[in-house]
């Protein structure tokens, strides 16, 4: 079996390709390790590899991760890219740098005012409901305008861009149109008078989609770290 190590240099490789493919710069897409279900000596096999950035999904399993990698904090983000529940917020806002699944008003003005005022703005994105099915998380991308101006008005959080996690298809083609509604929704509130930087989108199965559409994080796990098995029900 291939090493973390291994795995990663491949997946940097795919990336490269795909930027060439894009005729993007490779520093211009980041890649977010997506560690959830996988155990801290994982995360360390990454960070030594060269990796800075990791994505949780539970915020209990993050901050359990967090405390274990203490050594590491200066030196790494930690991401939140999983569903955020108000009685969550206060332990997110201590601990993460960012969180990308920003869907409504409240989480994001109770992460600005429970953020420590010691440490720099929380990092937000939205997460948006591209493909528009029911059972998905995400705000409804109409309501994304009407959201991204009252969390940029909020003083302890800093709005950098938005997130989706599109439906599975199975061609290339396919794969791309919800990235590139997702691209244009950004760049119309780009034209409204925001300054977003950042589309979160892209994972192990769709990544070249994403970064053909302007991804500027690709979140990945299964392509470092192998399949998952799947966790215990819980609540995030
Ligand atoms: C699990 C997860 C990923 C990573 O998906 P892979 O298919 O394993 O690369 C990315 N984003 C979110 C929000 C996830 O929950």
Redesign the pocket.
């Known amino acids: 079996m291939a090493t973390i190590s291994e795995n990663i240099q491949q997946l940097r490789a795919r990336m490269e390709r795909a930027c060439e493919q894009a005729s993007r710069p490779v520093h211009s897409v980041t890649l977010l390790v ?1 560690t ?1 279900t996988f155990p801290a000596e994982d995360v360390r096999a990454a960070f030594e590899a060269g990796e800075r950035r990791f994505g949780e ?1 539970y915020v209990q399993e993050g901050i359990d991760k967090i405390a274990s990698l203490a050594d590491l904090r200066a030196q790494v983000e930690w991401h939140l ?2 569903p955020l529940q108000s009685n969550k917020t206060r332990v997110v806002a201590e601990s993460f740098d960012w969180v990308h699944s920003v869907d409504r008003l409240k989480i994001a003005q109770r992460l600005s005012e429970q953020r420590p005022p010691e440490l720099p703005p929380l990092q937000l994105c939205l997460q948006v409901n591209i493909s528009g099915e029911a059972s998905k998380s995400g705000v409804a991308p109409a309501d994304v305008p009407a959201l991204a101006q009252a969390v940029e008005a909020l003083p302890r959080v800093r709005l950098r861009g938005l997130m989706a ?1 599109p439906e599975p298809a199975a061609s290339l083609a396919e794969q791309r149109e919800p990235h590139r509604a997702l691209a244009e929704l950004l760049a119309a509130l780009n034209r409204d008078g925001l300054a977003l930087d950042t589309l979160s989108m892209g ?3 769709d990544l070249e989609a994403a970064i053909l559409e302007g991804a500027t994080v690709v ?5 470092i770290f192998g399949a998952r098995t799947p966790p215990p029900e819980r609540p995030a």
């Open positions: 997506v959830k999904n890219i999983g996690i994972m192990t199965a979140r990945v796990g299964t392509a």
